[in-house]
């Protein structure tokens, strides 16, 4: 009884890892797929994606928003986000400032950038951070929280927020005005080819 207790044990504790070895084939398959444009990729991902996965339901939901079907992308966004997948999080975040493909809601956006932002997400630190810099009736205006989310992209390499930054920096919104500072992330966002951060280094040179 207990061999065979044994074997049932092994039996069972495979079946995960089946799955899980399954779903990787799909992942990879479906992302050589989307790199050779091939249509299948959104059978491959629908695939993935009904098993649960939550990166396959993202990427899913990525190909329904590149075809502008914004509900179905918004509906496996929700699936992947529930599971607290922080890309997922944030694009359906980006969907609700939107309005594409669900209602237009601002205080919906704001809670799902704050949660993407907070797994590390750097598109949504740095959306998160325009959120407070604007301010709103769903966010109220912080120039220095705006700064230290902008700081946590611009850590990361987003170019954006690394402009952003600079521009507090220039400026002293936020931040301490130091134009040396301001010169450096406006540099960083400038050599990634970010034209906004060429143009107020340029104006930072001529002395405006």
């Not at 098993?51 to 990525?62: P, S």
């Not at 951070?129 to 120039?143: C, H």
Request: proline share 3%; glycine share 8%.
């Amino acid at each position: 009884m207990a061999m065979l207790d044994a074997i049932l044990g092994r039996s069972r504790s495979t079946v995960p890892d089946v799955k899980s070895h399954r779903n990787a084939l799909l992942l990879q398959e479906g992302t050589k797929a989307i790199e050779a444009r091939d249509p299948k990729a959104i059978q491959i991902f629908s695939e993935l994606a009904e098993t649960g996965d939550a990166e396959g339901q993202c990427r899913l939901a990525f190909l329904y928003k590149c075809g502008q079907k914004y509900s179905e992308a918004a509906h496996w966004y929700r699936k992947a986000a529930d599971q607290g997948h922080a890309e997922a999080l944030c694009k359906l975040g980006l969907l609700y400032r939107s309005g594409k493909g669900v209602p237009k809601n601002d205080f919906e956006a704001a809670t799902l950038y704050k949660a993407s932002a907070k797994k590390g997400y750097p598109e949504a630190q740095h959306n998160w951070g325009v959120m407070n810099l604007e301010g709103s009736d769903t966010v109220p205006k912080d120039a220095r929280v705006a700064a230290e989310w902008f700081l946590k992209a611009a850590n990361a390499g987003f170019d954006t927020s690394q402009t952003n930054l600079g521009i507090c920096y220039a400026t002293g919104n936020g931040v301490p005005k130091d134009l040396s500072e301001a010169r450096r992330w406006l540099r960083k966002a400038a050599l990634q080819g970010e034209s906004r951060a060429v143009e107020v280094l340029r104006e930072l040179e001529n002395g405006k």
